[in-house]
């Protein structure tokens, strides 16, 4: 699997926010297909319960922010859906810089997909590699 560029910066943005990195990448098949998810983390804290997320890392610095918005609304429905059947209690993240969600992200159909699809975000700055939202 290719790493995405900053994908080293989230790892470290979620081990600094107290996640346990339980799974790299987070493998797993639903049927005869199989996929494979960026990161999978938990973390035990009696401030935040016990929490298991999915995180699909993406970069957005390819030459068109809608083709590659596209790629990772399709990724994040897909597993989405194989989660609901193998890993229910995970709950799926998208990551992006947050330079992306601050500007493209705010585009107002981009925003209606991400409302309606409810996809949740976790905006990271890459260069101090912290996490900046969990939106």
Same mark, same amino acid.
């Not at 493209?104 to 981009?110: C, G, T, Y």
């Given at each position: 699997?290719?790493?995405d560029r900053f994908y080293n910066a989230v790892r470290m943005a979620l081990e600094k926010d107290g996640w346990t990195i339980t799974a790299d990448p987070y493998e797993f098949s639903v049927g005869e297909v199989e996929?494979?998810?960026d990161l999978a983390a938990e973390i035990l804290a009696a401030e935040r319960e016990d929490k298991k997320i999915a995180v699909e890392i993406k970069s957005f610095i390819g030459r068109s922010s809608v083709s590659e918005f596209h790629t990772a609304l399709g990724q994040f429905l897909n597993y989405q859906f194989a989660l609901e059947e193998v890993d229910p209690q995970r709950t799926?993240?998208?990551a992006v810089p947050s330079s992306i969600h601050r500007s #493209?992200?705010?585009?107002? #159909?981009?925003q209606t997909v991400v409302d309606r699809v409810q996809i949740r975000l976790l905006t990271y700055?890459?260069?101090e590699e912290v996490i900046t939202q969990w939106l």
């Open positions: 699997m290719a790493r996929f494979e998810i799926l993240y998208l #493209f992200f705010q585009r107002r #159909f981009i700055d890459e260069k």
